[in-house]
């Protein structure tokens, strides 16, 4: 059985940085691309980050870009973001979710974490 | 605002037929295959429907997905009480090099 465990989050002020980790199971970490999936308190969802299986390939959303680095440590089957420079508006709980297959552009995101809380705030 | 648009919300009575619209361009919907999330009332999102149509293991038959020029539609036949949920579509847009998703439409049965 998959499964996807976030830790990491909490409160942090704005400027600071986090690290989230997202520890998988029960699945060939390699072979899969992964993303992180935020959504803030009563929103909806908003992709931020992608990495291909190798971890060759990493994609960012605009809102995101230069301030978060998305990363994998295949031998640990662990995903990681860190997250640099936080704004109020990265207030969000942040899942981590499995995609179908290697690629990160044409796969959909088959299972998902429940998800860690970032809060940023003075 | 989100790149793809979707009504905010949807109802219908048990055993409806209810369907969700999406609306895209040419960059995303246009150019890739649509997926569709469900999202219950505090809980992490489920692949509902992906590549348009297809319908991952254990999702119900009444589940169903299309794709049309720049749009998408997700339908579910003979609804229940257990459909109440948050659902979101999204596609990868080639411009923008990311996935985006809908606003989402929160499904209320009546």
């Known amino acids: 059985e998959v499964q996807l465990v976030e830790s990491g989050g909490g409160l942090v002020q704005p400027g600071g940085s986090l690290r989230l980790s997202c520890a998988a199971s029960?699945?060939?970490?390699?072979?899969?691309?992964m993303n992180w999936v935020r959504q803030a308190p009563g929103k909806g969802l908003e992709w931020v980050s992608g990495?291909?299986?190798?971890?060759?390939?990493?994609y960012y959303a605009a809102s995101v870009k230069g301030r978060f680095t998305i990363s994998r440590d295949n031998s640990k089957k662990t995903l990681f973001l860190q997250m640099n420079n936080l704004r109020a508006a990265d207030t969000a709980v942040y899942y981590c979710?499995?995609?179908?297959?290697?690629?990160?552009?044409?796969?959909?995101?088959?299972?998902w974490g429940q998800g860690t809380l970032v809060t940023v705030s003075s | 605002q989100s790149v793809l648009t979707q009504p905010p919300s949807a109802s219908g009575t048990p055993g409806q037929r209810v369907t969700i619209s999406c609306s895209g361009s040419?960059?995303?919907?246009?150019?890739?295959?649509v997926n569709w999330y469900q999202q219950l009332p505090g809980t992490a999102p489920k692949l509902l429907i992906y590549?348009?149509?297809q319908r991952p293991s254990g999702v119900p038959a009444r589940f169903s997905g299309s794709r049309s020029g720049t749009s998408a539609s997700l339908a579910i036949s003979g609804l229940q009480s257990e459909d109440e949920a948050d659902y979101y579509c999204?596609?990868?847009?080639?411009?923008?090099?990311?996935?985006?998703f809908g606003g989402g439409t929160k499904l209320t049965v009546l």
């Open positions: 590549d348009d149509n």
């Open positions: 990495i291909s299986g190798s971890g060759g390939s990493t």
């Open positions: 040419s960059s995303n919907i246009g150019s890739d295959t």
């Open positions: 999204a596609a990868w847009d080639d411009s923008l090099n990311g996935w985006v």
């Open positions: 029960g699945l060939t970490f390699s072979i899969y691309s």
């Open positions: 979710a499995k995609a179908a297959g290697t690629a990160v552009n044409t796969h959909a995101s088959d299972y």
